[in-house]
């Protein structure tokens, strides 16, 4: 970074409070011409307060913020109305660049679109709306909050490139890895109301976090081994201390003036103790004032793996009043609920078309035109098997793809390959020249190393053998994360799956049920005698109507088909 850069917003000591919690504190940094920051901390640290305080919609409670002379500033919030109410207000005359952002990020002839239609902007619409009009306003800093939020890849890579020519500063909060590799160039992390700052893109910034936390770890242990010897000092001298004031009172015999002396004697010693403690404490607390290390604090680690510790049952995923339609005649499913929690494994379940694929692309984060709430846990970390197997390198080996190198990784991988069927001789050979089941296995690898807490399989069986089906199931069972799967196997959906996702009725209800239990409902003895005393008395009435009835009236195809109806269910009743 250049120091001769023109500081475009200066901090200086900023403080921000609410309701006695203190969000930030003493927060100092520069905001340079050409810099590429990424805000960077959990929920609930501040990130936002800070953006609306360097914006001036927040005021700080001490420390200010210096902006420069006529500096013009694009804002993006998490919530993108106010945006795309802008972009209503300008739409009534045309401007030429603002089009052509719109048409850049692919929302086709945005010039003709009337109020009604901004009345019905997806979520990923709105967000390119408001990145056009921000764009379009030529600012000098950008400050954008979760810009790729309801972003599809399209509009991530329109967003990079745009950000890697843009002249002036870029200042963005955002929990998007990718992006932040691909945009930022310094990272700033926002963690109990302080900030860190590191050089570097998000991939950066966990390696040099890691030696950070490595080298206070090792300091704090080397500091509270120094705190314990002098403590223990401290307590050594505190027990001579002790012992030398009872010796000052105690009555011994001989001459009162020997004993005078010795009392005199002790009482000088403890007094001398005391004062060491004294010394020693004082000495202990500058140290401490003005060198103290914390102790760093424990990683949060998500270890969905092949580790259960206490998530189950937690809900990770949510739906609250889903809906999606492409047109007014091509309603998927709608009014629909249902949520999710770890470790659970749930099939979906419905017809051709129905929408089992556009809902997975709307967990994945891949399909933004749906209304409704999908609320998805922190962090969370989905994996995705399709049924494309052609996307893997062919001239790489499966080893190569994996690309572990450690020698416990290593040996994991080519366990998993080959409990999931993929023999020593086939993982040492070109991509290209393994079958489509076999891909789906090395894929599969992929996924299981990694510490995923959701997989979301489709048709993961298609290629495989029944060997590697079974080998597939006893895998995914030790899999302690929650599975998502749509497969036309139910053998394997029955296995693997505890409940349902069913798509009936242009709705998606969770269903209590595995498969089988769902597909062929145990019947009840009583009812089923009521049922069929029904079914009789039904196919009785027919029989004496088909025949009085010629067979060239109209009614009698209807009738018979009826009939065949009964008939039908009544075997299934019997079974």
């Known amino acids: 970074m250049h120091t001769n850069q023109k500081v475009m917003l200066r901090v200086k000591g900023l403080d921000k409070s609410f309701q006695l919690r203190k969000v930030l504190e003493n927060l100092q940094f520069d905001i340079k011409m050409g ?21 001036g919609k927040l005021s700080p409670d001490a420390g200010m913020i210096e902006i420069a002379d006529h500096l013009k500033i694009g804002y993006l919030s998490q919530s993108i109305e106010y945006e ?13 660049d603002l089009y052509q952002y719109t048409k850049e990020l692919g929302l086709n002839k945005a010039y003709d679109w009337n109020p009604e239609r901004l009345l019905h902007l997806s979520g990923g619409e709105k ?24 972003l599809d890849f399209k509009g991530i890579n329109w967003l990079i490139a745009e950000i890697g020519s843009f002249a002036g500063a870029v200042f963005i909060i955002s929990h998007d890895r990718h992006f932040l590799d691909q945009a930022i160039t310094q990272i700033i992390e926002l963690e109990n109301s302080k900030l860190s700052f590191y050089n570097g893109n998000y991939s950066d910034y966990l390696l040099e976090k890691q030696k950070r936390i490595e080298s206070q770890r090792h300091d704090y242990n080397v500091q509270q081994r120094q705190i314990e010897k002098v403590e223990s000092q401290m307590q050594q001298l505190k027990s001579w201390s002790d012992k030398a004031h009872r010796d000052s ?9 020997r004993q005078n002396g010795i009392k005199e004697y002790h009482r000088v010693k403890a007094k001398k103790r005391d004062s060491q403690i004294k010394s020693k404490m004082k000495r202990l607390e500058s140290e401490l004032t003005k060198n103290r290390i914390e102790k760093p604090a424990e990683e949060v680690t998500v270890k969905f793996q092949f580790d259960a510790s206490g998530k189950r049952g937690k809900r990770i995923i949510e739906a609250k009043n889903l809906a999606i339609e492409f047109a007014a005649d091509q309603v998927l499913f709608k009014d629909t609920q249902f949520y999710i929690n770890h470790g659970e494994r749930l099939g979906l379940l419905g017809d051709n078309g129905c929408g089992k694929t556009t809902l997975i692309k709307i967990l994945l984060g891949e399909e933004p035109r749906f209304k409704g709430e999908i609320w998805k846990s922190d962090s969370l970390q989905i994996a995705y098997l399709s049924q494309d197997v052609d996307d893997l390198p062919a001239d790489k080996t499966a080893l190569e793809v994996l690309g572990y190198t450690e020698r ?12 999931l069927g993929l023999k020593e001789q086939l993982i040492i050979k070109p991509i290209g020249t393994l079958s489509p089941g076999e891909r789906t296995r090395v894929k599969l690898t992929d996924m299981l190393m990694k510490e995923y807490d959701v997989l979301i399989l489709d048709e993961p069986t298609n290629h495989l053998d029944l060997p590697s089906r079974e080998q597939l199931e006893k895998t995914l069972s030790a899999f302690t994360g929650t599975i998502i799967t749509v497969s036309h196997d139910y053998y394997f959906l029955n296995k693997l799956c505890d409940r349902l996702l069913v798509f009936d009725g242009k ?30 008395n039904k196919i009785a009435v027919i029989l004496g109507q088909l025949s009085m009835m010629d067979q060239k009236d109209p009614q009698y195809p209807l009738l018979d088909r009826e009939f065949n109806l009964l008939l039908k269910q009544k075997r299934e009743l019997k079974k």
């Not at 209800?509 to 145990?522: A, C, G, I, M, Q």
């Open 84 to 96: 795309v109410n802008e972009f209503g207000q300008i739409h009534s005359y045309v401007d030429k």
């Open 507 to 536: 709705k998606v209800k969770r269903v209590e049920k595995k498969p089988d239990e769902y597909l062929n409902p145990v019947k009840n003895p009583e009812t089923n005698e009521e049922a069929l005393l029904l079914i009789d």
């Open 249 to 257: 009172t105690k009555n011994g015999s001989g001459p009162t003036k």
């Open 408 to 419: 416990d990784c290593l040996y994991r991988a080519r366990t998993l390959l080959a409990n």
């Open 35 to 55: 810099d590429r920051i990424g805000l960077v901390g959990s929920n609930g640290s501040g990130k936002t307060t800070l953006a609306k305080l360097l914006l």
């Open 127 to 150: 967000l390119k709306l408001a990145l056009s009009n921000i764009w379009a306003s030529k600012p000098d800093l950008l400050i954008l909050d979760e810009p790729t939020n309801h």
